[in-house]
């Protein structure tokens, strides 16, 4: 069976975690600001804050942007749920943007086009969430000059995509966006196992996400309500928080799966080049590189010219699988789950969400695989198609 995604765990990464276990602190000592640090260095940003996961991320930062009940928030129709469920959570309204048939992300026509018609109905939205879709980077630069002329927020939800670059910046530098995250999960770039980061230039954002990681508590004086009465105990809930924090167990993996990091992203954008050279006479479409994005490729998505092939999406889906390669889809639109379908969201809501969908398999694609994983990956889907 070959997955679409792995991890890999080396000996360095079961030393660093287990150098934890038999120190003093399982959580809240100094692995996990030392794990920001890293991650905020590389990204070349001043402040990380890391979570438990990307979908904790998301919900503080959106709460960090003051998303509350009677705002609006908008994501891409094509995405994981949590980039939309963030500001559900916060009792904000979500909508979404129909993507780009070229890059999966969402199209910035699309959005331009529904800024001016909320504009008229007096819906702006507060904040955007851009999704940088299997690892390539949204084009920042116009949905930021959109931000400038309508004045949403930007929150990138970058889960898929550190290690990646737009026009030679790192993703997370939040050049063009309020606040970066990323996701640890086991199929994403790098892994905590479970975990999350947010990154911003803003010490004032900086500061409220790590109240509301941490129950709304701080314990350092110069934020404190009421002044303290010398009383080392002292501690103040200045709001209303989760316990979304990391563990140092997780931030200690976290800090040696980082050294590998460029070395996983240059072995992914490898495997992509090979399923693009190699299946470039299929009748397939193979993914799309803009100048401005260097991809970390969490994802290889192919779609199938359907009207070439005898064969239905569904038919080459299942016989992949049955051949021990699991492919997968990513995504179903996030309006057509049911939950969201319950807020009146109708099948055809994004034209060209619904044809990525009818079309789209994501390929094995993670470090560890082999040559010899690639030639029966590519020979099998010869054959089915
Ligand atoms: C994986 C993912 C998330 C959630 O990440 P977790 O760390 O599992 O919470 C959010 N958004 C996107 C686009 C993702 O792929």
New binding site residues.
């Given amino acids: 069976m070959i997955p679409y995604g792995r991890q890999e765990i080396t000996q360095e990464d079961i030393d660093s975690v287990e150098k934890v276990l038999r120190s003093d602190f399982l959580t809240q000592g100094p692995v996990v600001p030392k794990f920001e640090e890293i991650v905020s260095s590389y990204s070349n940003v001043k402040y990380a804050v890391a979570v438990n ?6 919900h503080i930062a959106c709460m960090a942007l003051g998303v509350g009940p009677g705002d609006f928030v908008w994501t891409s129709s094509i ?2 749920v ?2 939309a469920n963030c500001a559900l959570y916060c009792g904000a309204k979500v909508d979404f943007i129909d993507i780009d048939i070229g890059t999966y992300n969402f199209s910035i026509n699309s959005l331009e086009e529904k800024l001016a018609k909320a504009k008229l109905q007096k819906k702006l939205p507060k904040v955007i969430i851009p ?1 940088h ?1 299997a690892g390539q980077s949204c084009d920042m630069e116009a949905i930021y000059k959109l931000s400038q002329k309508y004045g949403f927020k930007i929150l990138e ?1 970058a ?2 995509a550190i290690g990646g670059k737009y026009n030679n910046e790192p993703v997370g530098k939040c050049s063009f966006s309020d606040i970066t ?1 990323f ?3 086991p ?2 770039i790098i892994t905590t196992a ?3 980061m947010a990154l911003t230039n803003s010490a004032y954002l900086a500061k409220r996400m790590q109240l509301f990681r941490s129950h709304g508590i701080t314990n350092k004086e110069e934020y404190m309500q009421v002044k303290p009465e010398g009383e080392l105990w002292n501690y103040q809930q200045l709001e209303l928080g989760y316990n979304y924090r990391m563990t140092d167990l997780h931030a200690a993996l976290g800090i040696t799966q980082m050294q590998r990091l460029d070395k996983y992203v240059l072995k992914r954008q490898y495997i992509a080049k090979q399923y693009s050279k190699r299946l470039s006479s299929l009748p397939l479409i193979t993914p799309h590189e803009p100048q401005y994005a260097y991809s970390s490729y ?1 994802l290889y998505i192919i779609r199938l010219k359907l009207d070439e092939i005898k064969k239905s999406h569904k038919e080459v889906y299942n016989e992949l699988r049955s051949m021990g390669i699991l492919v997968n889809l ?1 995504y179903i639109p996030v309006y057509r789950q049911p939950y969201f379908e319950k807020m009146g969201y109708n099948v055809g809501y994004c034209k060209n969400a619904e044809r990525f969908f009818s079309e789209a398999i994501s390929l094995p694609l993670y470090p560890g695989i082999t040559e010899n994983n690639l030639d029966f990956i590519i020979s099998t889907l010869k054959s089915v198609l």
């Fill in positions: 996961s990307a979908t904790s991320a998301l995405t994981f949590a980039s999704v879709m939800d889960s898929h995250v996701s640890f999960h199929v994403k479970e975990g999350g969490h990513h």
